[in-house]
C-alpha cells in the first residue's frame, strides 16, 4: 500500500501541540482582555480595545476619561502581572520536573518561594518601601537557591536526589526564618501585612512593579527556549545525554538559574502562590505530551491563562478579595489526586 498522505505519529503530534499551542495564545488573548474589563467598574470587551487602542496611537475614543485611568491604573498592570506570574511558574516547573524527571517537582523544590518570603518579611518587618520588598524578596529567592546548590556541592556535587534534599533543608530554614520575623512583628500592623504577602495577592502590582520583574523574566524564559533541545535529551538520563555530547552538569546549572530568575521575580511582585508549576505541567501534558519542547511553551501559555481566570474568581466571585494562594490550593488540589488517578488509571 502506498504511503503517501499518511501522516507518522510524531508528525500528528507536533501538528496537534501547534494547534494547541496557537488556540492557548488566542484565549490568553480574549482572557486578558475580558480580565481588564470585570471590576465594579465594567467595561465591554470593545470598550477595553478602543481605550487601549487611544492609549497606544493617542487617537481620540468614545469612552470616558475614567475608562483610560481604570485600565492604566489598576486593571492593565494587574493582568499583565496575571500573565507574568503565571507564564514563569508554569515555565520553571515544567523545566524543573523534566530536569529532576520527577512529576512532584516544583519552583520551590529548591527554596526559592521560602527565601523570598523571608526577604519580603524582613522588608516589611524594616519598614521597607515597594521597592525594597521586591528587590528583598528576589534577592532572598536567588540567595536560597544559591545555598542549595552550595550545599549539595560539597556533598555530592553530581547527584540530583542530593540537591533535592539540600533545598528542602534550605526550605526549611526560610521558613523558620520568617515564623520568627513573624513572631517578633507587631500583630497589630506588620503581622497582617507578612501574612497578606505570603498568602499571594496581585492587588497592588503597578507598572513599575513590572518593569521589575520583566527583564529577569525574559531573560529566564528566553533561556529555557534556547536550552528546549538538549533539555529535552535529559529526560533519557543524564547518562545518555553525556553519551550525546550534552554538557549535563552545566546544563542542570543553566536550567536551575533560568528557573530561579523567573520564580524569583514572579515571587516578588504577587506573593507565594502555590501549586501553577506543579499542576498546570500536567495540565500541557495532557494536551501537547512530554516532550520538553512542547511543553515549555504550552506550559507558560497554559499558566497565564490559568492564574488570569483564578485572579478574575478572587475579585468577581466573592464580596472579600481572596489572596490567590489559597485558591490556587484549593483548586489545585484536587484537580491533581483527579491527575494522578488518572494516570494510575492508563498504567
Known sequence: MSAVGVVSPSAAGALRARTVIALLLVLVAVAAVVSM????????????????????TGAPSAQPPMAAH????????????????????????????????????????????????????????????????????FAGGVLAVAAAIFVSGHLGRHSTLVLVLAG???????????????????????????VFWLLGSLTRVTLPDLGFALPFSLLGMAALFLLRW?????????????????PVRRLRLMLIAAATLMTAAAVSISGVIGWIGLLVPHLARLLVGPAYARLLPASALLGALFLLLVDDLCRAAFAAEL?????????????????????????
Open 37 to 56: 474589563g470585570l471590576g465594579s467598574y465594567p467595561l465591554s470587551p470593545w470598550a477595553v480595545l478602543e481605550t487601549l487602542w487611544s492609549m497606544a
Open 70 to 137: 481604570v485600565l492604566l491604573s489598576v486593571r492593565l498592570p494587574r493582568v499583565l502581572a496575571a500573565m507574568l506570574v503565571g507564564a514563569n511558574l508554569a515555565a520553571a516547573g515544567a523545566a524543573y520536573q523534566t530536569l529532576f524527571r520527577n512529576p512532584l517537582a516544583s519552583p520551590g523544590i529548591l527554596g526559592v518561594s521560602s527565601g523570598a518570603g523571608f526577604g519580603a518579611a524582613l522588608a516589611i518587618l524594616l519598614g521597607g518601601g515597594a521597592l525594597a520588598l521586591q528587590g528583598a524578596a
Open 168 to 194: 528542602l533543608v534550605v526550605s526549611a530554614l526560610f521558613q523558620a526564618l520568617t515564623s520568627a520575623l513573624k513572631y517578633l512583628a507587631d500583630p497589630l500592623d506588620t503581622l497582617p501585612a507578612i
Open 230 to 246: 538538549p533539555t529535552q535529551v535529559l529526560e533519557a538520563g543524564d547518562d545518555e545525554a553525556a553519551t550525546l555530547g550534552v
Open 323 to 347: 489572596p490567590l494562594g489559597v485558591v490556587t490550593a484549593i483548586l489545585g488540589a484536587p484537580v491533581f489526586v483527579l491527575l494522578l488517578a488518572r494516570t494510575r488509571q492508563r498504567a
